[in-house]
């Protein structure tokens, strides 16, 4: 396996980068999009700026042109003002190819929608080479533990009391790759999961291990590969 890094880009003065679930439609489908080490043509960069179906059926469209990645995607979260991704490159140097590309055509995007000017992203996007293998295991849960902030947030210090009503919400929670490896298609052409599901035992594995992860997880433990 090659290396992995941990990436993730917050919005200037922690504003929000997704206002809407049309802004998250559009931030997956580049996810998708912008994996190709071809240029983005003009037609497929903006036939989204209305459909969200559209969006989808592009996204699972299996005769569009063969992609060359950049990257693996082995893993991502979107939270309102920032997100995450767990990445391979290809290639040396896709890391950030990949991510000038992602974060520059999501803004332009984003301004034209909300007819603003100006940087939408704080500074080059945040990354770290996970070198540590005690690290490493713990990184896919932690991003996909990550939306629990947003209705929980004393998971990071343990203290959940009703772990079931944990699990549900982050079961209702599209917009990662959770839903992905728990077996449920969400947004699976989107990711490379093989590797990890091999590490995780499959579908099956990840769904049992998840809530014990997060009764375990000692998130002070992992703080130089967070990034937060």
Same mark, same amino acid.
């Given at each position: 396996?090659?290396?992995?890094?941990?990436?993730?880009?917050?919005?200037?003065?922690?504003?929000?980068?997704?206002?809407?679930?049309?802004?998250?439609?559009?931030?997956?489908?580049?996810?998708?999009?912008?994996?190709?080490?071809?240029?983005?043509?003009?037609?497929?960069?903006?036939?989204?700026?209305?459909?969200?179906?559209?969006?989808?059926?592009?996204?699972?469209?299996?005769?569009?042109?063969?992609?060359?990645?950049?990257?693996?995607?082995?893993?991502?979260?979107?939270?309102?003002?920032?997100?995450?991704?767990?990445?391979?490159?290809?290639?040396?140097?896709?890391?950030? =190819?990949?991510? @000038? +590309?992602?974060?520059?055509?999501?803004?332009?995007?984003? /301004?034209? &929608?909300?007819?603003?000017?100006?940087? !939408?992203?704080?500074?080059?996007?945040?990354?770290?080479?996970?070198?540590?293998?005690?690290?490493?295991?713990?990184?896919?849960?932690?991003?996909?533990?990550?939306?629990?902030?947003?209705?929980?947030?004393?998971?990071?210090?343990?203290?959940?009391?009703?772990?079931?009503?944990?699990?549900?919400?982050?079961?209702?929670?599209?917009?990662?790759?959770?839903?992905?490896?728990?077996?449920?298609?969400?947004?699976?052409?989107?990711?490379?999961?093989?590797?990890?599901?091999?590490?995780?035992?499959?579908? =099956?594995?990840? @769904? +049992?291990?998840?809530?014990?992860?997060?009764?375990?997880? /000692?998130? &002070?433990?992992?703080?130089?590969?967070? !990034?937060?």
């Amino acid at each position: 396996m090659s290396q992995i890094y941990h990436v993730l880009s917050r919005g200037v003065d922690k504003r929000k980068i997704f206002l809407d679930d049309k802004d998250r439609f559009r931030f997956v489908h580049d996810l998708f999009e912008f994996n190709d080490e071809a240029p983005v043509s003009n037609s497929s960069y903006h036939f989204y700026r209305n459909s969200i179906v559209t969006a989808r059926r592009y996204i699972d469209d299996k005769e569009r042109k063969p992609r060359k990645l950049l990257v693996d995607i082995h893993a991502f979260c979107l939270m309102p003002n920032h997100y995450h991704l767990l990445l391979s490159p290809r290639a040396e140097k896709n890391v950030s =190819r990949f991510m @000038k +590309k992602l974060n520059m055509g999501y803004s332009r995007y984003f /301004n034209e &929608k909300n007819e603003r000017v100006g940087t !939408l992203f704080e500074g080059r996007f945040k990354s770290v080479l996970v070198e540590n293998q005690a690290h490493f295991i713990h990184l896919p849960y932690y991003i996909h533990l990550n939306p629990l902030d947003l209705m929980m947030p004393e998971w990071r210090e343990r203290k959940i009391g009703n772990y079931k009503k944990a699990i549900n919400f982050l079961e209702s929670y599209r917009w990662s790759s959770h839903l992905d490896y728990m077996g449920q298609k969400n947004f699976s052409s989107v990711t490379q999961r093989e590797f990890l599901l091999d590490v995780f035992g499959g579908n =099956r594995g990840y @769904k +049992k291990s998840i809530t014990n992860w997060l009764k375990e997880l /000692n998130v &002070k433990k992992i703080k130089d590969s967070i !990034l937060e």
